[in-house]
T-cell receptor, first 113, second 116 residues
Framework: RKEVEQDPGPFNVPEGATVAFNCTYS??????FFWYRQDCRKEPKLLMS???SGNEDGRFTAQLNRASQYISLLIRDSKLSDSATYLC??????????????FGKGTKLSVIP | GAVVSQHPSRVICKSGTSVKIECRSL??????MFWYRQFPKKSLMLMAT?????????EQGVEKDKFLINHASLTLSTLTVTSAHPEDSSFYIC????????????FGPGTRLTVT
């Protein structure tokens, strides 16, 4: 059974803080990894893909550690608008070349003024 | 990013009726679309994978005769909740994968279904 695990939080941090989330996955054959952001009662929105070499987009940095089977998301200089639930997603081949995303349950972040 | 629309955004129906939800990829083609359900404060649960021109693949525990999926074109998939019951009340979200993409999925805005 393919599993994706995240600390549910909540993470309550002050504005300007740096916060990091980790996500572990069970399938060593997983190929693609993503972070999504979901606001309350809204759909998930793709935040960034996660590449083996690590990637950065403004205040957000994502990293992949294949050996330990985890991905991370670092948010620097937190803004109030960063408050949301962050979902990690792992892409797996469900058979016959059909790929599905398996989502973690999400980590809730609250940035406090 | 790619745009996926979903209609209706909110629907209230009586127990025993059927509800159809449409999912469209607006600016890209999607051979594969996915249907998820999310209960309040719970995680996304994949219901089925919808493949253009073929039968959908349902996850374990999801009744294919109750949740009818049709993916007639590269830009449209529909989910019909048949004989809806109050326990079917949930947030239904579709997603689509860009043919030219790297397996990322783009989500529609979701449909909030309330069955009374």
């Amino acid at each position: 059974r393919k599993e994706v695990e995240q600390d549910p939080g909540p993470f309550n941090v002050p504005e300007g803080a740096t916060v990091a989330f980790n996500c572990t996955y069970s399938n060593s054959a997983s190929q693609s990894f993503f972070w999504y952001r979901q606001d309350c009662r809204k759909e998930p929105k793709l935040l960034m893909s996660v590449y083996s070499s690590g990637n950065e987009d403004g205040r957000f940095t994502a990293q992949l550690n294949r050996a330990s089977q985890y991905i991370s998301l670092l948010i620097r200089d937190s803004k109030l608008s960063d408050s949301a639930t962050y979902l990690c997603a792992v892409n797996d081949d469900s058979g016959a070349g059909s790929y599905q995303l398996t989502f973690g349950k999400g980590t809730k972040l609250s940035v406090i003024p | 990013g790619a745009v996926v629309s979903q209609h209706p955004s909110r629907v209230i129906c009586k127990s025993g009726t059927s509800v159809k939800i449409e999912c469209r990829s607006l600016d890209f083609q999607a051979t594969t679309m996915f249907w998820y359900r999310q209960f309040p404060k719970k995680s996304l649960m994949l219901m089925a994978t919808s493949n253009e021109g073929s039968k959908a693949t349902y996850e374990q525990g999801v009744e294919k005769d109750k949740f009818l999926i049709n993916h007639a074109s590269l830009t449209l998939s529909t989910l019909t909740v048949t004989s809806a019951h109050p326990e079917d009340s949930s947030f239904y979200i579709c997603s689509a994968r860009d043919l030219a993409g790297e397996y990322e999925q783009y989500f529609g805005p979701g449909t909030r279904l309330t069955v009374t």
